[in-house]
Structure formats: structure tokens, C-alpha cells
């Protein structure tokens, strides 16, 4: 069985497959303790660990190994480096997790304690935005459209779509801010 201080990073990252082989063979143990004492809190299944752990090595060959490139040996040692890439893509993974725990769309309103019929809309004062900005919070926000829709329809870049939508929430903000008493 080959060490992890035995993997010829070189070959590694040149994407050799033997080599690669030999690397998760070699960093298995290493990352799926990590991972394990990482989702601890989280009382993982061995599946979640497994997943987690299988995250890591994504990461690392992710994007041509580009991850796997910025290891630098006078830093750390790969085994301590291998550590803290595995506890993060660890952290990451419980993030996941728990944010996909319940999709919104599949909780009944009548949980959420929201109707669209009490919500009051914002009264937003005349002069206080501009036409194109007023028509693009309205196709986002009442039409509900995403910013590519938007674009093609007012026939402009998606990325002027989101300036344009900034700036008018940053004057929004700033005009409720100062009404408020």
C-alpha cells in the first residue's frame, strides 16, 4: 500500500490514472476520518460520510486539479493540507444538507402563516425610481420572471437587468430609512 508522502504529486495532477489510484487508496483513511469527526454533530449516516468524503475528491480533481495544483509542500505536509480541504468540503456538504432538508414549494401555506391575499403590497413613491427601474422590479417581483426573461423582453444585457434592480433596492432602502421614525 502506497503512503500519501510516496504519491508523486506530478504524475498526480498530470491526471495519470495509477497514480490517482494509488492517491485514494493512500487518503481514504485519512479524509473519511476527517469527514466523519467534521459531520459528527451532524450524527451522519456512513452513506453522508461516504458522499462527504467522495466530495473531497471531487474537489480535488475538480477543473483539471486545480485544487489538488495549490498544495504547496513548504506550507504543510499533504496529509494536514488533505485535512483542512476535507473538513471544509465536510462543513460544506452539512450546509447542504440541512438547507435541502425542506424544499419551500412543499411546505402548505397555511404552515407558512402567508397568503399573497395579506400581504399588503409596497407603496412605493411616485419619482422615487426610474421607468426602467420600476418595470424591472415589477417583472421580477410581481410577474416573478428571472433576470434572463426581463432582459429579453426590455431587449438589454441580464447584467444591466441586476444593476438597474441594486440600485433601485438601494433606493428604496435608503428612502424607508429615513421614514422610519
Known sequence: ???????????????????WDAFVLAASPLINAVVRRSLG?????????????QDV??????????????YDPARAGLSTWLAVVARSAAVDFARRR???????DDVPEA???????????????????TERQTLILKFLYDEERD????AQLLKIDAQTVRSTHHKALLRLRE???EEAP
Open 175 to 177: 428612502h424607508f430609512r
Open 1 to 19: 500500500m502506497t503512503e500519501l508522502n510516496q504519491i508523486d504529486l506530478r504524475s498526480l495532477v498530470a491526471g495519470h490514472k495509477r497514480t
Open 57 to 70: 475528491f471531487v474537489r480535488l480533481c475538480a477543473k483539471d486539479f486545480r485544487l489538488l495544483r495549490t
Open 41 to 53: 454533530a451532524y450524527r451522519p449516516s456512513e452513506d453522508d460520510v461516504l458522499d462527504a468524503a
Open 147 to 150: 433576470v434572463a426573461e426581463v
Open 111 to 129: 404552515v407558512l402563516a402567508v397568503e399573497d391575499r395579506h400581504v399588503e403590497k409596497l407603496r412605493i413613491p411616485d419619482g422615487l425610481l
Open 98 to 104: 440541512r438547507q435541502a432538508a425542506t424544499a419551500l
